[in-house]
């Protein structure tokens, strides 16, 4: 049964595989630059929404993989990105990511570059997200759910934000993220990203499905999509 608190948080986007106009190998386009950019800021905020339900939840069993997961492998996960944009010569919209526990949930600072160009997004989500996460632990295991499903769409495709707010953007033609990039670097690293987000869901359902004895259903990718990453 999906749970009630986040039933309609986010509709569902229909995943396409793009065309790629051509360029220079080894270059990014505008749009998959933006694209880097914004999932640095996303694997942020699975890490600072993980480690600060782990607080809220310090003394139960369940939530031990908020503190597995934030610690370990969003951390990894977040500076692989950060590497990346390096690699590029981008700058880093989250630079002082790692200034811990003082930039947990620290996304947005006007008139600073803090948070890039959707920092702005990303606080609004750290904050909606923590609160839903707030009401009890199932709440919890269920945001951490959604955080990876998520995760998943928004690295494979444009993300939603960016297709509403960049004016170069075809809605009919959404040239971003994995389904997109012709670069070797970041197809690599984009699909080390799922295959943690997929490790990271099937945590989370383990969890859910423990409490609440029911068949978890999927909050944004499809139900053959989850049911295909928990292999049933």
Partial sequence: MKHPLIVGVLALAALSVALAAPKSAGTLDDLEATHLTFMRSEEKLARDVYLTL?????????ANVFTNIGDG??????????????????????????????????????GEFEGGEYGWYFQEKYDALVGLGSVD????LYVGAFIEELDMLDIIECPKVILENEDDVDVHNPVCGLNYTDE????????????GSENHLRSFVKNIEKITGDVYEAQVLTQGQVDAILGR
């Fill in 54 to 62: 782990a607080e809220i939840y310090p003394d139960q069993p369940a």
């Fill in 73 to 110: 492998s969003e951390q990894t996960h977040t500076d692989a990105v950060r590497d990346m944009l390096e690699s590029y010569g981008l700058p880093d919209p989250n630079p002082d990511a790692n200034d811990l526990p003082d930039n947990i949930g620290v996304f947005y600072i006007e």
């Fill in 184 to 195: 070797p670097s970041l197809q690599n690293l984009y699909n080390h990203l799922v295959d």
């Fill in 137 to 140: 632990l199932l709440s919890a």
